[in-house]
């Protein structure tokens, strides 16, 4: 369980770290200039004998207002999430049932500061990155530039395929893979970002805020 809780954090050091610092970054923009979207996730690990999945669904509206909801595993589903980024306030809602926690913002940051100490050891420039193309899709692999040395000294790296498909002439974040250094354990994020009317959130936020 800690060595799983461990590759997710190295996943998501490398994807923030690479896509955002890289000139990847312009394919991406776009979806900072949509107001209200929705974006599924559909994560699969294949590290064990048993594939899991995690599938969750996220809301967006303004940057300000977050809902999501975790469909898969069954024992994470039936709760609703909401965040009110202005009044800093977490909401969890399990069969009526209101939860509320403050000061999100200051635990956020502690998080934050965090990440970026970590990130040192997973930045960009320390990956060689190759250009692909399959199909209706463009591929970017990332691969660590010690690679030879990592191997020599038997230490497990992991490597990165982002797919982005084309859609009339666009290119967007369709999916994104991770390996092990033998390609034997494996996750892949599936991602579907779409617009959406988010009204709803800040309707649910009146309510339970009464």
Do not use: C, W
């Not at 590759?7 to 610092?21: D, E, H, M, T, V």
């Not at 909401?91 to 502690?110: A, C, R, S």
């Not at 399959?134 to 970017?140: A, G």
């Not at 994104?176 to 991602?191: A, G, P």
């Amino acid at each position: 369980m800690i060595k799983k809780k461990i590759s997710i954090i190295i996943i998501f050091l490398l994807l923030a770290n690479i896509i955002f610092s890289n000139d990847l970054n312009n394919l991406f923009s776009r979806y900072s200039k949509l107001g209200e979207f929705k974006i599924e996730l559909n994560i699969k690990f294949e590290v064990d004998a048993t594939p899991t999945s995690v599938l969750m669904d996220m809301y967006v509206d303004n940057f300000k207002y977050f809902y999501f909801r975790i469909n898969e595993p069954k024992i994470l589903s039936g709760i609703d999430y909401y965040y009110d980024l202005h009044n800093d306030e977490f909401f969890t809602d399990f069969k009526e049932e209101v939860d509320k926690y403050n000061g999100i913002k200051n635990n956020l940051e502690i998080f934050r500061n965090f990440i970026r100490i970590l990130s040192v050891t997973y930045s960009s420039d320390k990956f060689f990155v190759k250009e692909m193309k399959s199909k209706e899709r463009k591929i970017f692999y990332f691969y660590p530039k010690s690679k030879n040395a990592l191997k020599f000294l038997r230490v497990d790296y992991t490597q990165m395929k982002i797919y982005l498909k084309e859609e009339k002439n666009n290119y967007f974040l369709d999916e994104i893979e991770f390996y092990n250094s033998n390609n034997k354990k494996r996750v892949k994020v599936k991602i579907n970002v779409i617009p959406y009317n988010t009204n709803f959130i800040k309707k649910k936020l009146l309510e339970i805020q009464k």
